[in-house]
């Protein structure tokens, strides 16, 4: 068996050499079971997240930025803010997973973040979040967030003229009771002279 892998690990190279072309051969071939304490490329939760940049804010080597990303709650992340994170910085100590507020973000078992440019080991919300809601979910959501913003805006206009309105009566009033008091105060000075 070994004599056999050891043949293998000989003949390869000329092979792929023979074939001229670029290859990189996996190794080790199977991937190893991760201890449960791995750290590894972060997973997002987009359903949950309410883009406070707890995590951008708290992280050592700045290496969170926070980008749009469409696949999330806009009732509870309003400028659809969701944290990208650039693994050429990121050392793995989970401080940012420990600051999320809504525990959305998490240290997950992908190991595998090799790539051709710098850019590829940037990864955006789309690549990290393990859950989001599709188009059809965030569409219904949107037109929530819109009715509950109606709402509060006529809310709050009504509330506004009600102010206005009871502004209005309380000089008024107050006018009418000085003018009362005059009037009372009158032939009293009259009767005295
Ligand atoms: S694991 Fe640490 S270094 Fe990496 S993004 Fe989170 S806080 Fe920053
Ligand atoms: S992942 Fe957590 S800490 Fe970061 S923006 Fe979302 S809710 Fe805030």
Not at 92 to 102: K, M, Q
Request: glycine letters at 8%.
């Amino acid at each position: 068996m070994l004599k056999r892998k050891m043949i293998k690990n000989f003949t390869w190279p000329l092979k792929i050499a023979s074939r001229e072309i670029e290859f990189t051969r996996l190794y080790p071939e199977f991937m190893m079971e991760l201890p449960d304490a791995e750290r590894g490329i972060h997973e997002l939760d987009a359903t949950t997240c309410i883009g406070c940049g707890s995590c951008a804010r708290v992280c050592p080597n700045n290496c969170i930025e926070m980008v749009h990303f469409k696949f999330g709650n806009p009732l509870k992340n309003k400028k659809m803010l969701f944290p990208q994170i650039d693994y050429g910085r990121c050392m793995f100590c989970g401080l940012c997973v420990d600051d999320c507020p809504v525990e959305c973000l998490k240290m997950g078992k992908n190991v595998i973040m090799a790539g051709w440019n710098r850019e590829d080991i940037v990864k955006g919300p789309d690549f990290l979040a393990t859950k989001r809601f599709s188009a059809k979910e965030v569409a219904d959501l949107e037109a929530e967030a819109k009715r509950i913003a109606a709402e509060k805006a006529a809310a709050k206009k009504a509330a506004a003229k009600e102010g206005a309105t009871a502004g209005e009566k309380k000089p008024a009033k107050e006018g009418n009771a000085a003018g009362k008091k005059k009037a009372e105060a009158k032939p009293e000075e009259g009767g005295a002279s």
